[in-house]
């Protein structure tokens, strides 16, 4: 099928017209002057929903939750240089999760650009930073298939940002045609499958170390499969960006933060066979401990790094090692149900993980942005029922209460629980308000722990055991505590404070039994 | 004087001593594990306080307020390729006022940046953004050269970004010199001097038109003197960066945002001598309109553009066309006191302004980000006491709140009043924790007209009359209205609201007899 634009549509329609026709459902903007032309014609075209962001950090976040849950690109909509910047940060998580999504960013028209006018920036050398695919349109005849090559280059998994001329965006293209998004996976490569088919049974203690969409049901299920074949381990990075967990489904052990431990749970394997995860290396460099996890006598192989279908790879490969489907599987592999009672007395972070893990509804979505508070939550929540996870990829704070407003557009039926540190909830704090709009049933659990706690385990790691006046001054987030009841009813979204696990239980579940957005601040 | 590093000095003491002894005497910090060497520095290197901001464009913002009201750089130390790009926004404001200012970014350990580690970034590409000067850190022997070419580059009157990499900055360098800060200004181009002068005497209209150091009081009673000889209009771009102006101070008049207006005030005059500022162009390409709004057939000159001081320019010049100091001169150059009295009703843009400037007082630092709610405000504040004013330079928004901190901080015996528009105050709303933790004296007046009326007033001019849906959400802040004193109070600073012009003077009068943060919400 081939669409023609209509008599006066403007390059901005034409924009927005094939967008849709890929898919794109909807788009995280805050817009300027230059993208007025998008802004209007968001109200002509059908099928794109606006959602609005008081700040860039809540739109390229939002994208991102959204992309990582659905696997197809949002749109986020970005004002020049400076608005693009303002998003970088989250749009470093969302490539390091592997995440589809779509970036247009207005530029003053071609014949302004000379002038230097004040937001004049170099915004190439900006989306160069963070994008698999990037382009400045040439014409408004161009529009349509800059697009349509966008989206097919964000379904790869990547960011891809479209610049695109103000002039452009208001000239008139009737009549010139609308692209359709050409995407097809590549093949499974028959020689990779047979390097790692060879790996897996050569007898070695071998892991399967999964990313991506490894980690959804379907690539866990397949991972499953290999492991009962072989015996293999099933690992994910530290910071793993979507994957379906809980009773049920295939146990994947995590890796852990902190590098000694990291490598101490590598270390009982000789062999990784990696799909879709990042090579595992070490948060920082810390002197005297190699960067690179695995050990340098250990066997690695990459698979499914040439555009295939992760997916379509692990149910090749479980295949190949010979489960047939169907196979009933045990409970080493799987999770069994185990949900831990809700425990008494003081918060803390494992305390705080006990009463999530009791109460998480079936289907929820937890965006884990807790950083220490949540370090124990994993563990915990091994046999909550099935849920999905989220966390921070790219290690830039901030993630957590944008994600949580893209998960919970992309899945309106799933109840979201953000579990937030302080800290990086400070980051995009105006997330609270895109929540209150929206009405998004989105739990945020603030743990407020009142410091970059893990600058002060880095510290302590440094051997600084009594900081002076400007150590404590750039770590502490006291002096004054903040108020996270007033800061959420502020943006519009109901809170309270809770101290003890029993009224962070009550809270929590009557906050469950209501579809809207709602804060418990959390004294830690 | 050559220091030497005592024993034991690493790379990141090097780096503090060096900047200790040019003059830095305050960082604006948000640090990480890669910056923790300099955080535990500054506790054992005197002479530098360090500022916590909780988002990094409260810090680029707040160094931006300090640079400009004192001249000198403020060290912004940021996290890795995140936390710079969180910076960006502020960055450009602050490269478009030529504010000196210090960027000290970490970067991962050189050995452990080939890992691609989560936070990886290009912080290169980043930082040559918005950097006049920039360099990564090549060995800890360079640190305390990099420093003092990085203070020197600044001081040109832009931005300089120093990476250092974190084994560097804890490498020990003990005995290395400390490299002291090298910085003259450019001698006067005394032929470019003689065209000014031709150009001034030529008996055409011609209009001096002032930026940067040009608008503090020196350069302003320079160009006042050139105007009482030669009777040039004085004028200064759309947004300044810091002008002192006031009762007793020459007038200057301001070029409109709008193009029609500012073309309208720029065709009075034949021949235009432009002293720091930007050559003048509309803020964005309005279809039928030329960028440039100088007309083409009018004489031009840009001076003191070589490195020269822009004050040592003026009088040079103000010498040379031959007023003797001393001259007295008219109220035609010099406003008189002219403070209007409070009016009465309900709170618009106008009647804001009328209240600010019957309040403020001698001495005040004004930061305008009040928008559109703030146009009226220059005018009607013309004959007020003595004062400064800062304005967004480069249309990025969100710079008002922190630019206001670090006024505040560099000047802590005069009181800062913040004209704050609120969809700009969301941007880095989170600088109110750090007025609040600080103590600053910082009145934050709240323009609460709940949109974006700057891009109603675009859509009207684009005869967009009666919105969609889609339009009205991403150009509206109301549903739901954001309420600024339970904001603000979450941060730890007292707030009120009001509604009535009366009520705004008597709580803006009460706040301004008392010297912590105060934040008025105006429901206008």
């Known amino acids: 099928m081939t669409l023609k634009g209509e008599d006066g549509m403007n390059g901005a329609e034409m924009l927005l017209r094939t967008a849709a026709a890929a898919g794109v459902e909807i788009c995280f903007a805050n817009a300027g002057t230059t993208e007025l032309p998008i802004v209007i014609a968001l109200d002509a075209i059908p099928g794109i929903k606006a959602v609005l962001g008081v700040f860039e950090g809540v739109c390229t976040g939002a994208a991102d939750g959204y992309g990582r849950m659905t696997g197809k690109p949002a749109m986020a909509l970005l004002h020049l240089g400076p608005g693009f910047a303002n998003g970088v940060a989250n749009l470093h998580n969302a490539k390091r999760a592997g995440t589809p999504l779509l970036n247009v960013i207005g530029e003053h028209a071609t014949w302004h650009r000379p002038a230097n006018a004040p937001l004049t920036m170099d915004i190439e050398a900006l989306t160069g930073t963070v994008s698999g695919w990037q382009r400045t349109n040439a014409s408004v005849e161009d529009i349509s298939g800059d697009v349509a090559d966008a989206i097919a280059g964000a379904l790869l998994g990547q960011i891809s940002s479209l610049i695109v001329p103000h002039d452009h965006l208001l000239s008139e293209c009737s009549g010139t045609e609308i692209v359709k998004t050409k995407f097809s996976f590549a093949p499974v490569d028959v020689r990779e499958m047979e390097r790692a088919e060879q790996m897996l049974r050569s007898g070695k203690r071998t892991a399967l170390m999964l990313g991506r969409s490894a980690l959804r049901k379907r690539g866990l299920e397949a991972a499953a499969k290999i492991k009962a074949a072989t015996g293999c381990g099933i690992v994910t990075e530290t910071f793993p960006g979507c994957m379906d967990r809980g009773a049920g489904l295939p146990r994947v052990s995590r890796l852990p933060y902190f590098p000694e431990d990291a ?145 919970a557009l992309a899945c309106p039926d799933r109840p979201v629980i953000n579990i937030q540190a302080d800290g990086s909830a400070l980051y995009t704090v105006q997330s609270l308000w895109t929540e209150a709009r929206e009405g998004l049933n989105v739990k945020t659990l603030l743990c407020s722990n009142r410091s970059y706690h893990i600058l002060e385990m880095e510290l302590a790691r440094a051997g600084i055991t009594s900081p002076g006046p400007n150590i404590r001054s750039l770590v502490g987030l006291d002096g004054p505590a903040i108020d996270w009841v007033k800061i959420a009813q502020g943006f519009g979204v109901p809170a309270v404070s809770v101290r003890s696990t029993e009224d962070l239980a009550r809270k929590l579940a009557a906050a469950l039994a209501d579809p809207g957005p709602f804060l418990i601040e959390m004294i830690l």
């Open 263 to 407: 490598i101490a749970m590598l270390s009982q394997y000789e062999a990784i066979v990696i799909a879709g995860a990042h090579e595992p290396v070490t948060f920082f460099g810390y002197q005297g401990i190699d960067s690179y996890i695995i050990s340098r006598d250990a066997e690695k192989i990459h698979i499914g790094t040439g555009g295939q279908d992760m997916i379509a790879v692990l149910e090749y490969l479980a295949d190949a090692v010979g489960t047939p489907r169907g196979t009933v599987m045990d409970d080493q592999i799987f999770a069994s149900l185990d949900r831990p009672d809700v425990p008494a007395g003081g918060l803390t972070g494992e305390k705080m993980s006990l009463v999530v893990a009791a109460l998480q509804p079936e289907g929820a979505i937890i965006v884990d942005e807790g950083i220490t508070s949540a370090f124990p939550y994993y563990q915990i929540a091994a046999g909550t029922p099935p849920h999905t996870l989220m966390t921070i990829t790219g290690g830039s704070i901030g993630y957590g209460m944008p994600c949580a407003i893209g998960a």
